[in-house]
């Protein structure tokens, strides 16, 4: 009798702790407590559709492309359990709040650029390739791009778009032509722009000198006349 009950308590505690977290493979006594389990491996999985989440998960998995020239790309189990999951997380976070320009290429400049990883969420990375990625950037793909910011200010601010180089604030206007949300482009074919631009002074015109250097963009607009044209012409139209 004694081996029977040995026996039966036996498959009981196999029983009570059948209910196993497959994350972490912690053994619960119920699907109740089991659900209410929280791992750190269980909540990454739970993040796992945030997008802030998935554009560190796209960093990671081109971080190891351009590493390794691996043909399997990195699976997000694997990136969970990464020892860089919360230093890749936290750059999706950075690139997520800023909204960054062409993410990937941003990506791959840190990279190719030897930028260690805990300096990726830094201002300074990003300004100095938003500055290279501008200056290639063609007249109409940059006119397209800051007149949706603008639109996007004027449903924010309820003022009409072609306000902005008039009624933006000051603070925030110096920080967006730094970012790269509005173009030098724009900025020095209309005539708000440029009187707003000539407003700065002090701390602002220091914050956006290196990205409107007067010297570049005047021998670009000077090899690139007709192109000049024809944006003067477009924004003149608009109003802006």
């Given at each position: 009798?004694?081996?029977?009950?040995?026996?039966?308590?036996?498959?009981n505690v196999v029983n009570e702790k059948s209910h196993e977290c497959?994350?972490?493979?912690?053994?619960?006594?119920?699907?109740?407590?089991?659900?209410v389990h929280m791992c750190e491996q269980k909540r990454r999985h739970m993040m796992q559709s945030e997008k802030w989440v998935q554009l560190g998960y796209r960093a990671f998995q081109r971080f190891y492309d351009k590493a390794t020239a691996s043909k399997q790309p990195k699976?997000?189990?694997?990136?969970?359990?990464?020892?860089?999951?919360?230093?890749?997380?936290?750059?999706?976070?950075?690139?997520?709040?800023?909204?960054?320009?062409?993410?990937?290429d941003f990506v791959d400049f840190l990279i190719d650029?030897?930028?260690?990883?805990?300096?990726?969420?830094k201002n300074e990375?990003?300004?100095?390739?938003?500055?290279?990625?501008?200056?290639?950037?063609?007249y109409d793909v940059a006119l397209e791009r800051?007149?949706?910011?603008?639109e996007k200010w004027s449903r924010n601010t309820h003022e009409h778009w072609t306000d902005?180089?008039?009624?933006?604030?000051?603070?925030?206007?110096?920080?967006?032509?730094?970012?790269?949300?509005?173009s030098p482009w724009i900025i020095f074919a209309c005539d708000s722009g440029k009187e707003r631009l000539g407003t700065f002074e002090g701390d602002h015109l220091k914050i956006v000198l290196d990205m409107i250097s007067p010297r570049f963009w005047t021998?670009?607009?000077?090899?690139?006349p007709d192109d000049v044209k024809v944006l003067t012409e477009i924004l003149k139209e608009a109003g802006l």
């Open positions: 009798m004694s081996n029977l009950t040995n026996f039966l308590e036996n498959v497959k994350y972490c493979e912690r053994s619960f006594t119920s699907e109740r407590t089991l659900s699976t997000f189990d694997e990136f969970a359990k990464s020892q860089y999951y919360i230093a890749f997380t936290k750059f999706g976070k950075f690139c997520y709040d800023l909204q960054v320009l062409n993410f990937v650029f030897g930028v260690k990883l805990d300096d990726w969420t990375a990003y300004v100095l390739w938003i500055k290279q990625y501008v200056r290639k950037e063609s800051s007149i949706k910011f603008m902005f180089f008039k009624l933006a604030n000051n603070n925030e206007l110096a920080y967006w032509i730094q970012t790269g949300r509005v021998e670009r607009f000077d090899k690139n």
